[in-house]
């Protein structure tokens, strides 16, 4: 099983918590009942190390089955080795992005290099889906190196399918980010189209 | 009529001090509930739209986010903190017949949480304070967009309440350590063992190896075994807050004299890591252990019986201690530049090993319950098992988030702060102070009714429907991609916000309810008379703790 973007990944997560959610919530009903019960009879016995087997199998396999099944982790892990398709670099001050190009098109299967620098606060970089969705994200930490040279924030993406995404800050920089009536001044529409895939804009 | 001035039948003046000390940490945690519930409901009506009945100012950045920045504070420290602080300065005394050290300590101890608590709620509310609680560098030395006056304020309540955190601690440890009782011959390198979880351990080897167990009767029962572990994060906790608070301070009084200091000398993600350390250890170590604690307590007390596996769960709660220094880095897995080998092992492996203490905390605690029954089905054994439930749903949706693939499209988003911090808390967390609450109800108040066992029921059942409904439905909302700290006020995720709003008004109500109970069985003369001097000045409380479990057991017929 892999997951090429975040809504498979996500509906799949929804679909498998709330399985969960509804057997721990039936469980602990179905035991609190039987405790009241004068000839309850457990069920199932559960040994205490096959319990304990499979919640360290829980907590290991999970990491195992997402390194293996979402293909940005490992890309992550390994992205100072990895030559992008292309790179975009810009800034942000006092709530605004700086250098921003006005729309970035990507090719389907590329992967880009964000690289952001913060000269103030910390922000985000988040890129959202026109119906709200989380695309990806990082948090933009501010600082400079000896030479004052602004950190760097960089992210490795490949996208494998069509969409236009917005972006805007996905960390609280203080109320200035918004305008009195709420608007998002960090909110950039249609920032990123990826063009070329097969299929529907996902 | 009657009821609301006398209650049931209630009597002040033949409480204690240790329990009237109790009590006033416990009223002023329900009364900071409910500030800390309408605070909520209000963000929530906002995320809802426009079309919310709250008038336009909740909507402005300013004000929306002075209540996010207050309701933590409110809530975590000026009601939870009270409420467990509160019930473990009773238990530890109850637990090990001794008295508490200092009675003035105690009162001390609520009333800096309280005022403390007063102040920041202040700051947010006059100068509109807005750094949020993760209070991220350099925003809360940003002057630019936060009033220099409404900073020290904040600060100076959040170091208030650190102050009282502190006396807490220290008069758990002094009564711990205290030489007289059961205690008076134990030496103190006896009772660090014993409190550290270490005699368990030790027990373990000494099975394994085929020797007669180290202590067969361990100097600290299990449950002060707990609150003397969580108590150790407790202090490193507010040693970490308490230092960034001055930090801020620092700066902002520079700012405040004409000569600001230069906010880039701090490096923003090495104060990150250390402020998130810091503040982990309220989730990771002080709540998972005290919780752990509090279950086994309420488990023994509820069936009368010994713990299963007792030192297995001794000798957790001191792996416990390790394991909470070490998971801080889920909370920085989204940020670039912090080392992977750190993300790798203290914010996946590390972290996915709560996942194990958690789960023995359960499993033993339910295997103490079923080899008792059967049990009646008692409001502190319905409130345990709300509790389990809440964590049993709060713990795996957090450790399914500490993961570097799952947080690129989770973090900041609903879904931690709503599936998993929400529902830990207001249904894991505050299930079982209620359990804690209903059981020491009796020996806190002399025996004091219960006004209305139905009110007790409704309040339960929509405080747990709704604690888990709002904490899903907003779960489902950072699913769609809704950021926690970010505002919303057209709508956007509108649907779930309006059931989770729905989910929300329970748990108010809920809390209405529980409290209009309380008052009913106090009376309002019993409230005002818990705030008044005890005629008696005891620091320590006779009944013995096995008796509690009689009211547990079904009858034989």
Known sequence: MTFSNSLELLAFHQTAYTIYAAIIISVVAWFGYNLTRENAKSVVRIPFYWYMAFLVAGGVGHHIFTYNAIPWVSEDISRHNITPDASYEFEIKDHKWIGLPKKITIQCGQTIEFNVKSHDLVYGFGLFRQDGSLVTQMQVNPGTDANGILDSNEMLWTFNHNGVFNLTSTEYSGPEQYTEDGKDLMFVPNFVEVVGCKGDNK | ?557
């Open chain 2, 1 to 557: 009529m009657s009821a609301l001035i006398n209650g049931t039948n209630f009597d002040h003046k033949s409480l204690n001090a240790l329990q009237k000390v109790t009590l006033r940490a416990v009223v002023m945690s329900f009364l900071f509930f409910g500030l800390v519930a309408i605070e909520g409901m209000i963000m929530k009506l906002v995320q809802t739209g426009p079309s919310n009945p709250l008038p336009e100012m909740f909507s402005h950045p300013q004000h929306y986010f002075s209540i996010m920045t207050v309701h933590p504070i409110v809530g975590i420290f000026g009601s939870t903190y009270q409420l467990v602080f509160a019930a473990f300065m009773f238990l530890v005394p109850f637990l090990t017949k001794k008295p508490l050290y200092s009675i003035k300590l105690a009162n001390a101890v609520w009333l800096l949480i309280t005022i403390g608590t007063a102040l920041s709620w202040i700051a947010a509310f006059v100068w509109q304070y807005a750094p949020l609680y993760t209070l991220y560098w350099p925003l809360p030395a940003d002057t630019k967009q936060f009033s220099v006056i409404g900073g020290i304020v904040f600060i100076i309540g959040v170091a208030l309440i650190m102050v009282g955190t502190i006396g807490f601690i220290y008069n758990i440890y002094a009564t711990i350590f205290q030489k007289v009782g059961v205690h008076a011959n134990k030496t103190t390198k006896e009772l660090l063992i014993s409190g550290f979880g270490i005699d368990g351990m030790l027990n373990l080897w000494y099975k394994l190896t085929g020797r007669q167990p180290y202590s067969k009767e361990p100097a600290l029962a299990l449950p002060v075994v707990a609150i003397f572990r969580g108590t150790v994060d407790t202090f490193l906790d507010a040693i970490v807050i308490l230092s960034a608070g001055v930090l801020v301070l620092i700066y902002l009084i520079f700012d405040a004299s004409g000569s600001p200091l230069d906010v880039t000398a701090i490096d923003a993600l090495l104060y990150k890591n250390y402020f998130w350390w810091g503040l982990d250890l309220v989730a990771d170590g002080l709540v998972l252990i005290y919780v752990a604690g509090s279950w086994y307590l309420l488990a023994t007390l509820i069936t009368g019986q010994k713990l299963f596996m007792e030192n297995v769960a001794r000798a957790a709660l001191m792996l416990e201690l390790l394991v909470s220094w070490m998971v801080w880095s889920h909370h920085l897995l989204a940020d670039q530049g912090q080392p992977e080998m750190m993300k790798l092992i203290s914010g996946e492996m590390v972290t996915a090993f709560e996942l194990l203490t958690q789960g023995l905390a359960l499993f033993i605690t339910l295997v103490t319950l079923w080899k008792a029954r059967p049990l009646k089905m008692t409001f502190p054994l319905k409130y345990l098992l709300g509790g389990l439930v809440g964590f049993g749903l709060a713990v795996p949706a957090a450790i399914i988030q500490a993961d570097m693939g799952m947080n690129r499209v989770l973090h900041n988003t609903q879904w931690i702060i709503m599936a998993h911090v929400h529902i830990a808390l207001i249904v894991g967390l505050y299930m079982t102070l209620y359990s804690a609450v209903y059981t020491l109800w009796p020996i806190v108040t002399n025996n004091t009714k219960i006004w209305s066992h139905k009110l007790s029921n409704l309040h339960f059942w929509m405080y747990l429907i709704g604690g888990i409904g709002m904490g899903a439905l907003g779960g489902m909302a950072g699913i769609d991609g809704m950021l926690r700290r970010h505002l919303y006020v057209h709508g956007e995720f509108n649907t779930l916000m309006v059931l989770s709003a729905i989910c929300g008004t329970m748990v108010l109500i809920a809390w209405a309810i529980f409290l209009f109970n309380i008052v009913m069985s106090v009376g309002i003369k019993g409230l005002i008379g818990i705030f008044l001097p005890a005629e008696d000045p005891s620091a320590s409380y006779g009944i013995e703790p096995e008796t509690i479990a009689e009211d547990h057991k079904v009858e034989e017929k």
